[in-house]
Nanobody, 125 residues
Framework: VQLQASGGGLVQAGDSLRLSCAASGRSFRLYALGWFRQAPGKQREFVATSNWKDSRTFYAASVKDRFTISRDNAKSTVYLQMNSLKPEDTAVYYC???????????????????WGQGTQVTVSS
């Protein structure tokens, strides 16, 4: 699966952004698609993911109730709607594809075998 992320930008605290990740490849429907982020000097951390097997979604505690992940299989695209953005959300956001489907696997970046190029999100206070 090849991935192309877009939608980042510079916003103020409290604003919203929607990230998109377009996937290509015949096996798109058999992959979980998730979002991770990496701030300067920090490790890549899990944000949200959409399970391919039963469409369940998982979120990091820091974004739950503010971010929503959704996927449009017809468009081979996954979205991350980010509301009530905070300065600590500032990071490069990466979309990834994983053949796994359990929570423990999908929150681990090592279990993703394809990554998009990343899109910068900057939230000013």
């Amino acid at each position: 699966v090849q991935l192309q992320a877009s939608g980042g930008g510079l916003v103020q605290a409290g604003d919203s952004l929607r990230l998109s990740c377009a996937a290509s490849g015949r096996s798109f429907r058999l992959y979980a698609l998730g979002w991770f982020r990496q701030a300067p000097g920090k490790q890549r951390e899990f944000v949200a993911t959409s399970n391919w097997k039963d469409s369940r979604t998982f979120y990091a505690a820091s974004v739950k109730d503010r971010f929503t992940i959704s996927r449009d299989n017809a468009k081979s695209t996954v979205y991350l709607q980010m509301n009530s953005l905070k300065p600590e959300d500032t990071a490069v956001y990466y979309c990834g594809a994983s053949p796994y489907y359990t929570y423990s696997d999908l929150t681990d970046a090592i279990k993703y075998d394809s990554w998009g190029q990343g899109t910068q999100v900057t939230v000013s206070s």
